[in-house]
């Protein structure tokens, strides 16, 4: 599988301000998820990170909230927008190669504080 | 929506013993996986099973798909402290997104 680079590791962040998270990936994947993990809860889909056009948002997320961008097959970023302290989770990139049942490999994660 | 149910949500046991976690679906699954993620780590991949009935081991972990293809077991035989972590299952049902299953957390007394 891929290796996926993702920063930051974590961060505090002061309320009503922005983080962008970054993922880069050592090979062009098909494709890149980001999900949302509360500490000792699951994986909550965030949003599909689609490359060339606008992301395709699970129920619940907006982009004005979590804005997407994947200008290629090997990089993404989420922003994290008008932060309040219901933000504050792990967030983790994920990709996968083209194909039903590939395996999907995750970033490390950012784990956000919002103060 | 498709939803993934796991079972239990913790377990604690003696090293040695064994650990079953469950996985039960709404909707039958084209395949499902199994994820572990240590402490403060990020979920890493263990193994797919896609066929009804499929049954895959490796070394200690033995998985399950049951014969609907709607759950899934993984069973662990005389667990060690680098057990320890939590273990998810995610479906997936055609090309769709994972749903990842809540997850259990084993932890081990040594």
């Known amino acids: 599988s891929a290796v996926i680079s993702q920063k930051p590791s974590r961060d505090i962040c002061q309320r009503g301000t922005s983080l962008t998270i970054q993922c880069q990936v050592d090979?062009?994947?098909?494709?890149m998820f980001w999900y949302r993990q509360q500490p000792g809860q699951s994986l909550t889909l965030i949003a599909t990170?689609?490359?060339?056009?606008?992301?395709?948002?699970e129920s619940g997320f907006v982009i004005d909230k979590f804005p997407i961008s994947r200008p290629n097959l090997t990089f993404s970023t989420l922003t994290v927008s008008n932060m309040s302290p219901e933000d504050s989770s792990i967030y983790l990139c994920s990709g996968r190669y083209q194909g039903d049942g590939t395996e999907a490999f995750f970033g490390q994660g950012t784990r956000l504080t919002v103060v | 929506g498709q939803q993934v149910m796991q079972i239990p949500q913790y377990q604690h046991v003696q090293e040695g013993e064994d650990f079953t976690t469950y996985c039960n679906s709404s909707?039958?699954?084209?395949?499902i996986q199994w994820y572990k993620q240590r402490p403060g780590g990020h979920p890493v991949f263990l193994i797919q099973?896609?066929?009804?009935?499929e049954v895959k081991k490796q070394k200690r972990l033995t998985f399950q798909f049951g014969e609907a293809k709607k759950n899934s077991s993984l069973h662990i035989t005389a667990t060690q402290t680098t057990d320890v972590g939590t273990y998810f299952c995610?479906?997936?049902?055609?090309?769709?997104?994972?749903?990842f299953g809540q997850g259990t957390r084993l932890t081990i007394n040594p």
């Open positions: 909707t039958t699954l084209s395949n």
């Open positions: 099973l896609v066929k009804s009935g």
């Open positions: 995610a479906g997936r049902r055609g090309a769709q997104k994972l749903v």
């Open positions: 090979s062009q994947v098909t494709m």
């Open positions: 990170a689609n490359q060339g056009s606008e992301a395709t948002y």
